[in-house]
């Protein structure tokens, strides 16, 4: 785990369906739930990739979350939309046969 990894571990504190920012709590929505998993989904693959590369696959990731960072949560359908995305890149990017990745 990468130092930034464990900078965003300690600022963010996430149980079930509850998200821990400091002394501030708030109850998570199902989309922001699903959000969430896939990103810990993509930490997760590229802890699988060769150590060489494993933080190019992070900081890919991370791009990627932070660019629709500013979307307004109530725009269910972009955010459905970015997921399915999401997920369709996560299962191409978890293939053997990628070694690596350019952010």
């Known amino acids: 785990m990468s130092a930034s990894d464990r900078d965003d ?16 709590a708030m109850k998570l929505s199902g ?8 990103y810990r989904k993509c930490l997760r693959e590229a802890r699988k990739k060769p150590k060489d590369v494993q933080e190019n696959f992070r900081s890919y990731t991370r791009i990627e979350f932070k660019k629709n960072f500013t979307l307004d949560k109530k725009d269910f359908a972009a955010i459905e939309y970015l997921l399915r995305k999401g997920h369709r890149q996560l299962e191409i990017y978890s293939s053997p046969g990628i070694k690596n990745i350019m952010c």
Request: proline residues 0%.
């Open 9 to 24: 571990v300690s600022k963010v504190n996430i149980t079930n369906t509850w998200i821990k920012l400091g002394n501030f």
């Open 31 to 38: 989309l922001q739930k699903e959000v969430l998993s896939l």
